[in-house]
């Protein structure tokens, strides 16, 4: 098996490189790398077409030795990496990372090697919080590369989607949280959290206001949860109810007073997510 890191995109929402980010001290490739070498040492860094400004990851690759594999075109999304790596090689499968899963262990990678079939196309997790496969810690088969090509060929870049359509393997993994990224500086904020404290689980009612009560076909609910404040809060409550707004266009509120999203939350707190309101 080779594996291939994903730190080609542009991370326009967290502003900086993830791949560099530090929680607890360690790099985010630290940390991926750090899980993967007891696997295998064939490890790949997926990089930005040429023609976009790669800097970041030249440092990234020189410091840590990486073999780099160049998507084949201009923004793919996340299934370019997938790509480039059959295109390297299509004979091998291919884990495909994320460089930001702070949470994922050890034990759950080694647990999808375990189970990997080569008769399947795909080896997967299923998250926890929304019950849907997760495409970005994932084994791909060889048979998985003329679908790619086909779906990339048609520009269908959802990296899920993608995964749904396959023979699948499907997991869980051993913490709710194994799948918490960080794409916006709010999420950061909500890892860094969790690192320094804990997961520590409680009892929080939420209340949801106009387009959101819609979707989420209730006013409220009582929630037990092991989110450290309320973007990770929020996070949980988005991937369940399938909203269709995102943290930006949302305003939380805790216990009745408007709040910043890093707030920690505690045992027994009423937490309100408003969309906007017609009118202001």
């Known amino acids: 098996m080779k594996a291939i890191i994903l730190t080609g995109g542009k991370s326009s929402r967290m502003g900086t490189d993830k791949a560099s980010l530090k929680i607890g001290g360690v790099t985010q490739l630290d940390r991926i790398l750090s899980l993967i070498r007891p696997l295998t040492q064939k490890i790949y860094l997926s990089i930005a077409h040429p023609s976009l400004n790669q800097s970041g990851c030249d440092i990234q690759r020189s410091a840590h030795d990486l073999h780099p594999l160049a998507d084949l075109e201009p923004s793919p999304g996340p299934l370019g990496g997938l790509q480039a790596a059959f295109n390297d090689d299509p004979r091998s499968p291919w884990l495909l990372i994320a460089c930001d899963l702070p949470r994922l262990g050890q034990s759950d990678l080694k647990e999808l090697m375990d189970h990997h079939d080569s008769q ?29 090509d086909k779906v990339i060929a048609a520009n269908q870049r959802c990296a ?36 320094q404290y804990g997961a520590v689980e409680k009892t929080i009612r939420v209340e949801y206001f106009a387009k959101l009560s819609q979707e989420a076909g209730t006013e409220s609910e009582d929630l037990r949860t092991s989110a450290a404040t309320l973007a990770g809060l929020w996070d949980e409550v988005r991937l369940k109810h399938h909203f269709t707004l995102d943290l930006p266009h949302v305003k939380p509120a805790l216990n009745n007073e408007f ?15 408003m969309p906007p309101f017609a009118g202001g």
């Open 160 to 195: 899920r989607r993608f995964l749904t359509s396959l023979d699948r393997i499907e997991l869980t993994p051993s913490d709710p949280q194994a799948f918490l990224n960080m794409n916006r500086p709010e999420q950061l904020a909500e890892l860094e959290h969790l690192d």
């Open 259 to 273: 709040a910043s999203w890093d707030t920690p939350l505690a045992n027994e707190q009423t937490i309100a997510f």
């Open 120 to 148: 399947k196309d795909v080896t997967c997790f299923l998250n926890p919080l929304d019950n849907q496969p997760e495409p970005l810690c994932a084994i791909y088969s060889p048979s998985a590369s003329a679908k790619l």
